[in-house]
């Protein structure tokens, strides 16, 4: 009874995390729109669209490795073509669509935006995940336990993860409009991020929120810096 007590007590955690994101594009919205104004549709659906695009060329590699290895390193793999996948795109979007300061603004938005709703609903399916004891979602959870992903924590953190990947899309954004070059510095930067992120929040969460706050801002300031030179 205790432990069923405890997975609906979990459950219900995740649950509310995840909408504790949603907040997330409406204040970074807000921010944005202080520096580039009025809001830039297409540039916003541009920059959703380069992030469903990058996810679905991770597919290819997140089948072969769960065919190869093991799901905990399969994890590990997927995670470092995060990199590569995202600012590829990113470069071609900029090469081939954004032209000015404000498209890269509002589609780094779109960018960070359509990522709210993954964690929405990754977070909801983590919850449901929990009341099932079937084989495959017990090793599913063992998997989520082992990166951290299970472990309560504050929505805020969450919230706060949100806004620092805005404003990392964002920066990275403005950084490939004012020199392209540096996608040779933002694709390995995006993986390592990434996966320092995992390996540091599974036991120092506040650590690494912090941390990726203060580099994300970094980021964003030296973006529009170089795209506003």
């Known amino acids: 009874m205790t432990a069923l007590t405890d997975d609906r007590r979990l459950a219900a955690t995740l649950r509310r995390n995840a909408l504790a994101v949603l907040p ?13 104004w009025p809001p830039l549709g297409v540039p916003a659906l541009l920059g959703a669209a380069g992030w469903l695009l990058a996810l679905a060329a ?39 669509a954004l032209r000015s300061f404000e498209d890269a603004i509002w589609a780094g938005f779109g960018w960070a935006t359509i990522e709210v709703l993954l964690v929405l609903s990754n977070g909801f399916a983590m919850a449901a995940l929990i009341a099932k004891d079937d084989a495959k979602s017990l090793e599913a959870r063992a998997l989520l336990e082992a990166q951290g992903l299970l472990a309560p924590h504050h929505a805020g953190w969450g919230l706060l993860e949100r806004l620092s990947a805005t404003a990392l899309h964002t920066g990275f954004t403005l950084l490939l409009l004012a020199q392209p070059w540096l996608v040779l510095l933002t694709l390995p930067a995006h993986s390592a991020i990434n996966m320092l992120m995992v390996r540091i929040g599974r036991t120092r969460l506040a650590v690494a929120e912090i941390a990726f706050a203060i580099v994300s801002a970094a980021v964003l300031a030296a973006g529009i810096l170089l795209a506003t030179a």
């Open 24 to 36: 997330a594009p409406l204040i970074a919205g807000a921010a944005l729109a202080a520096l580039a």
């Open 58 to 96: 991770r597919q290819p590699v997140a089948l072969l490795v769960a065919r190869r290895t093991t799901p905990a390193r399969g994890a590990a793999i997927i995670g470092w073509c995060s990199g590569p996948a995202e600012e590829l795109v990113r470069l071609a979007l900029v090469l081939l």
